[in-house]
């Protein structure tokens, strides 16, 4: 049974930082491309960050670049978002993803999501 579980949302003040975690299980996760989402109330779910496989490379949306960092563990199973400088138009509720070839078909799973709110 694949399984994403993401923690670390919260409560925070402008100017803060959060560390949030993606565990994954179920499934070959070295092989899976891994991404984070987000999502504010009455907007789309946009993309934040992607980090790939062997060799790991990562991207980031414009508006993160510079303030957030995505990492991978491979031992443990877990992609990480560090969320440095945040802003209140971070608010929103955060969303990994996996996405790899399982069976030779294309695989994407997604988490429940965790909520971040940036707030003084």
């Known amino acids: 049974q694949v399984q994403l579980v993401e923690s670390g949302g919260g409560l925070v003040q402008p100017g803060g930082s959060l560390r949030l975690s993606c565990a994954a299980s179920?499934?070959?996760?070295?092989?899976?491309?891994m991404s984070w989402h987000r999502q504010a109330p009455g907007k789309e779910r946009e993309l934040v960050a992607t980090?790939?496989?062997?060799?790991?490379?990562?991207t980031y949306a414009d508006s993160v670049k510079g303030r957030f960092t995505i990492s991978r563990d491979n031992a443990k199973n877990t992609v990480y978002l560090q969320m440095n400088s945040l802003k209140p138009e971070d608010t929103a509720v955060y969303y990994c993803?996996?996405?790899?070839?399982?069976?030779?078909?294309?695989?994407?799973?997604w988490g429940q999501g965790t909520q971040v709110t940036v707030s003084s």
């Open positions: 993803r996996a996405v790899g070839v399982q069976n030779m078909l294309l695989a994407r799973y």
């Open positions: 980090i790939g496989t062997a060799p790991v490379s990562t």
């Open positions: 179920g499934f070959t996760f070295s092989n899976y491309a």
